[in-house]
């Protein structure tokens, strides 16, 4: 499901690039966390796929003049139906029922009320004087006192925020449908109610839904600020937050699982990018890249290579190696300098790599190159690059336009922890450690009409689930398969043994996998890169591989059934070699070799679907086109008898939901 973050008029940069930052470290992997501008919110049918829907800070007037109408009815549907909202600053100013805002301060004031009513009354600001629109003059760390009975183990240390401008919403215990969280410590410069009770973050029930509503920012992290010359004191705001920054988090965290939504306990910080190491199995791949590099890009600074949106250091020798993987202080991953380390005549020993052996994955490589009839590897993964936490495998490789140019065929990344993991329509998440993430590149002329990119998707999700099925005897019997167009699919792992309906729907299959295939041209040729993900290992947010195993070794130990976990290194190996060959035959003879296949794996062969275009037409899948790869329905009638009619769908045009039968075309 998908947390949106609105990133449109009324909102300032600073404050999406913070909810970003802090949504997706708590939220990942359960939830892809993404922002949204305002088109897609008032014209796409978003809510079905949506958690949450963020407000961050900026100016509600903005909001107001675009949302007010039919924009906020569909908010508040959503919220009524069970969705959450959040809104930081003024996100809460503009989901309470009455604004005021700096009242009685000449061309500062806004006031008036508000059509959301997610609070019931009114949000007055600002708590302290001195704000100033896009300045941090009047920001400031202020402290708050969290609700002891709400939250018990948040109370043993103190709690800042950043605040800048931020409402206290009024009376806010007087609602019976409002939850104080957290208040004001030091007294406020407006008038909050008798009680003085001076709330600063509240949670009300709003239908079936949550909306979360904060006059301070606790998603504001404070490695994201700056100090700034012409303002003094605000280098003492940063590093109170920084001292405190733990208990936001924790804070931060509670908020959200007191709405219901799963957190990721586990971490309370985004991990620092490591070094990129680059080997390769045959003919000095690796040396003859970075003499490519140097010959085409060259260096800018010393040893520092801009590659187009990212810079690279290169480091010829691992002598440097120690240095740069423990680096001191934050570095935003997306303007952080990557360390390449050039690993072509010595192979990492496991010490350096611990989440992934290079040298168990090269032996992989040409043992399975070798089953598969090559006489010396192929080009998928000659040339490798692993990363512990990289931004992602595939932006690695997609935003570097100079470094695209220079890559040999079936060059590719794998990564352990990706810090932006790319998804479709922009999804962006963290994942874990347990999520096989690894990226290829490829070509394609344009003028080969034998074999359409469209087909490339296909080809990459057949071959992570045959890399599965062919990892080992008795593995065949996982069932893992194809949603279209290139979604993979696992049983989940407590239905194992059971029957199931002949059309699986939400019960039965949980998502695992997905492709995503970035294309550039080039000189009349497509440049691909073709990223690729499964779930190995993690628990979250669906399933993966190895714990559906875990649970099959249970249920078959009568029988004398036993699968071996799956190692990541020799799947990545077995999908490369796989991906290599399909790919090569693909080339010159196109996809029909294959359909037969994609027709086993698939889930879909003689489904029900309904297409809603213009209406509704109740119709039955029956393939895939042999020309553009495109999903064939016919049209069938209540007894299922076709109407004649048939439809082909684009696979980037249409949304497939498998578990309603709904096929919708995308905005």
Known sequence: MNVLVYSGPGTTSDSVKHCLETLRLILSPYYAVFSIE????????????????????????PMCR????????????????????????????????????????????????????????????????????????????????VNSEIFPNLTEKPLFNYYNGGAVFVDAQKYPNVE????????????????????????????????????THPEFTPDLLKAQADIPGFANVISTLRDSNKTRL??????????????????????????????SSQNDGASKLIERLESTIGYSIQNIMDVGTDKFRIHKSLSSFATAQHKEGYEDPDSAIIDLFNCNDVIPDRKLTPYFNLQTFNRNLSELYKAAGYSSNGAFGSTFVYGEVLTSTSVLMDRNAQ????????????????????????????????????????????????????FIQYLASMAFVEAVSQYGLGYDDIPIRIKWPNDVYLLRPELIGQELPKS????????????????????????????????????APTTSINLFIEEYNKYYASQGKRLDPISAEKLVANYLVIFNSMYNKFKTQGFEPFFDLYYKRWLHQDQIVHIKDKGSFRAKVTGITKDWGMLLAQEVDLRDIPTGNVFELQPDGNSFDMFKGLISRKH
């Open 38 to 61: 305002p088109k897609s919110l008032l014209d796409q049918p978003w809510a079905s796929k949506t958690s949450v829907l963020v407000f961050p800070g900026g100016a509600d007037l």
């Open 66 to 145: 675009l949302f007010n109408g039919d924009g906020n009815r569909e908010i508040e549907k959503f919220v009524k139906r069970g969705g959450c909202f959040i809104g930081f600053c003024a996100g809460g100013y503009f989901a309470s029922a009455r604004c005021e805002f700096e009242v009685g301060n000449g061309a500062m004031e806004v006031s008036g009320s508000r059509e959301l009513k997610f609070f019931p009354g009114v949000a007055r600001g600002c708590c302290y004087k001195g704000f100033s629109y896009e300045s941090e003059a009047g920001a400031r760390a202020v402290p708050l006192k």
């Open 180 to 215: 104080i969280l957290a208040s004001y410590s030091d007294p406020i410069d407006v008038e909050d109610g008798p009680d003085a009770i001076n709330a600063a973050v509240v949670l009300c029930e709003v239908g079936k839904g949550k909306v979360l509503l904060s006059g």
């Open 250 to 279: 924790e804070f931060m965290k509670s908020c959200l699982k007191r709405m219901g939504l799963n957190v990721n306990e586990s971490s309370l910080s985004r991990p620092s990018l490591t070094p990129l190491l680059m080997i």
């Open 403 to 454: 470094l695209l140019r220079c890559l040999p065929e079936g060059f590719t990344i794998h990564g352990t922890t990706q810090v932006s993991g790319k998804g479709r329509s922009g999804n962006v998440w963290v994942n874990p450690p347990g999520v096989v993430a690894v990226s290829t590149f490829m070509k394609l002329p344009i003028n080969n009409s034998q074999s359409p990119i469209v």
């Open 504 to 539: 699986p729907g939400e019960p039965t299959y949980a998502k695992i996998g997905g492709i995503l295939v970035n294309t550039n041209i080039f000189n009349n040729e497509y440049y691909l890169v073709v990223g690729s993900g499964l779930n190995l290992s993690n628990a």
